[in-house]
């Protein structure tokens, strides 16, 4: 005779059975979005920025990547992207390494490749879409976002904030360039600079000469554009012809990856790109992903942070999603961490990208990495340990463990393996 289990069978229904530990699963995002690959509690892990704005999840579809050297970050962003294009969903890449190039071939474009004497030039200084009543100090939303590139750009060359008489120059010397040709560009603002004209003096109270002293040395370091080693990408007008209506745009820097002047090339890139896109989306012309791969070399420099970090901000507007990939989550204030306004841009930036994606950091990063991106102990203890494909997604008040998944076709376009297995 058959014996009676001691406990009574337990009958349920299923919606209860989910609240029963161990068959306990985070309810993930939803499934409004493109599959990411498996999250390693449960299910399968769906994300879309745009989805998640939507449904207040996320205050901003902003994201930034963080991870070691080869945790598999831009495979991710390249695989994002891709999965994307399904709902029609373009994207427009700075691309410092030269990687996208496979990306942008399945997508059916050729990435504009930016080299020092080439055949394509961007003028970082091109006008973006007019934003109506944003007059301020007579000044419109372009004259201050090129005033704005400028001065970043200057501080970056400079290694130093501006003095006031070195902006009031560079103010003078943009005014004077922009009622010289209708769209002004770096070599137009550096010649009004070093040949100050007399009215441009007059506005600021003082002689040609003197105007001429305080502008000198930004024109000297702004000349690094023009002529010498970095002229020839961003020095003149936007060469005619460019696709910008491609559902992908890949702006290939890698000519100049191993540049002392990476980050202030990349932020030239980054402020035509914004430029561009806002005259081209916007009120209904669809959802964009703006990708600044290798973004540390911008952040690096607290001058071209600072205009990353406020460019940022408009971008919601336009209906752009921002992802910004960088290694470290020290990236983010590394000149000077106990300096108040490194950690305030730094806060201000992962403020305004509710999701991080963290892969495997250095133990020696976790202390930042807690702080910043508020981990548990739990989750700070985990971070040294993610192997390649695996991160912390923190998305909103959320978090979840994904292990990013890649399809054989897509392995093609993220393999950045290639030289390492080469015998
Ligand atoms: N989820 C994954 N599954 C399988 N292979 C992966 C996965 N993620 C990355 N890889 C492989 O790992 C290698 C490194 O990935 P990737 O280039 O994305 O790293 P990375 O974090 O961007 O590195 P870097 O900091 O040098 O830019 C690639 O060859 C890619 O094919
Ligand atoms: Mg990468």
Redesign the pocket.
């Known amino acids: 005779m058959a014996r009676r289990p001691r406990v009574p069978a337990h009958q349920v229904t299923t919606r209860n059975l989910g609240a029963a530990y161990p068959f306990l699963a985070e309810a993930g995002l939803g499934q409004r979005g493109v599959v990411i690959?498996d999250d390693l509690l449960g299910g399968t892990f769906v994300f879309d920025p745009f989805e998640l704005y939507a449904q207040n999840v996320v205050s901003n579809p902003n994201m930034v990547v963080f991870?070691?050297?080869?945790?598999?970050?831009?495979?991710?962003v390249?695989t994002f992207l891709w999965r994307q294009a399904v709902f029609g969903r373009r994207a427009w890449v700075v691309d410092p390494?030269g990687?996208y190039a496979d990306l942008a071939a399945a997508w059916g474009v050729r990435p504009v490749a930016l080299r020092p004497g080439g055949a394509i030039r961007l003028n970082p200084l091109d006008p973006g879409r007019e934003h109506e009543g944003a007059v301020i100090d007579g000044l419109g939303s372009t004259a201050r976002r090129q005033m704005e590139l400028l001065a970043s750009l200057a501080c970056a060359c400079l290694g130093r904030g501006l003095l006031p008489r070195e902006r009031a120059a560079l103010g003078a010397a943009l005014s004077a360039a922009a009622a010289r040709v209708a769209v002004p560009t770096v070599p137009a603002v550096v010649e009004a600079l070093l040949v100050p004209s007399a009215d441009a003096a007059a506005s600021l109270r003082t002689g040609a000469a003197d105007l001429l002293e305080d502008g000198r040395d930004v024109a000297l370091e702004l000349r690094r554009l023009v002529h010498g080693d970095l002229c020839g990408m961003f020095d003149g007008p936007t060469t005619p012809g460019l696709d910008l209506s491609a559902p992908l745009v890949v702006l290939d820097l890698s000519a100049l990856y191993t540049s002392s002047a990476l980050g202030i090339l990349m932020a030239c890139a980054t402020a035509w790109l914004q430029a561009a896109l806002s005259r081209t989306v916007g009120r209904g012309g669809g959802q964009v992903f703006v990708v600044v791969?290798?973004a540390w070399a911008i952040l690096s420099n607290l001058g071209v942070a600072r205009w990353l970090q406020s460019s940022w901000k408009m971008s919601r507007a336009l209906g752009v999603a921002n992802v910004a990939?960088v290694?470290r989550v020290s990236d983010l204030h590394s000149v000077g961490a106990s300096d108040s306004e490194q950690v305030a841009l730094a806060q201000g930036l992962l403020a305004d990208s509710e999701t991080r994606v963290v892969?495997a950091q250095s133990p020696g990063e976790l202390q930042v990495a807690s702080a910043l991106l508020s981990l548990s102990s739990t989750e700070a203890e985990l971070l040294p340990q993610l192997r390649?494909?695996t991160a912390l997604w923190k998305v909103g008040q959320g978090s979840f463990l994904v292990?990013?998944?890649?399809s054989p076709m897509e392995?093609l376009m993220?393999?950045?393996?290639a030289a390492m297995a080469a015998r």
């Open positions: 690959g991870g070691q050297i080869g945790r598999g970050k831009s495979a991710f390249k390494k990687e791969d290798e990939v290694h892969y390649r494909g292990q990013h998944r890649v392995q993220v393999n950045t393996d």
